[in-house]
């Protein structure tokens, strides 16, 4: 059975005329499931109508305008570090494009025979850096293992010091 038309009019806060309102009372005497939404939605709109608004809670009002207040200022400080890393973007901008229309003022035949030269110079200090630890651990059997130890107690503790860092900013910015 179709209950589209008396579902809607149940549910309608606006006025029956008498022909709908007559069609109506005929169906809900007929079934049962409408006559049961009808009885719902009367209890329902009782009950809201008779029961009081709840009241906030004490302080609600300075909770709000306190939280307001450190939204605003997390708003606030985020628009400075976007504004900063939009300068820093078109400072970069700025300069690549100085760069790039420079470009045709290069030597570029020079720069590549220098760009070799170079890395011939890192390959040869290289070999003798290699050959100087090689000396030095033939040399100190004692000292290349403390040496090392250090190192990595200082790689360690800079890596904790860092994540500390990071942690503390993030409850930081959490608190605003």
Not at 47 to 73: D, I, M
Request: hydrophobic fraction near 45%; aromatic fraction near 12%; include cysteine.
């Amino acid at each position: 059975m179709s209950h589209q038309p008396f579902e809607i009019w149940i549910f309608s806060d606006d006025s029956l005329d008498e022909a709908q309102q007559h069609i109506l009372e005929e169906h809900l005497e007929s079934c049962q499931t409408c006559t049961t939404l009808s009885n719902a939605v009367t209890m329902a709109t009782s009950v809201l109508s008779t029961s009081e608004s709840p009241s906030p809670q004490p302080g609600f009002t300075q909770r709000w305008h306190n939280k307001l207040a450190l939204h605003r200022q997390y708003q606030k400080s985020r628009r400075t570090w976007l504004l900063t890393l939009a300068g820093f973007i078109l400072a970069n901008i700025i300069l690549l494009s100085v760069v790039f229309f420079d470009l045709t003022t290069i030597n570029w035949p020079y720069e590549l025979g220098q760009i070799v030269v170079k890395i011939s110079l890192i390959a040869t200090h290289s070999r003798q850096y290699w050959r100087a630890i090689s000396n030095l651990a033939n040399a100190f059997p004692v000292i290349i293992p403390t040496f090392f130890v250090l190192v990595a107690a200082l790689i360690a503790a800079g890596i904790f010091l860092t994540i500390t860092w990071i942690r503390s900013i993030k409850k930081l910015i959490k608190t605003y």
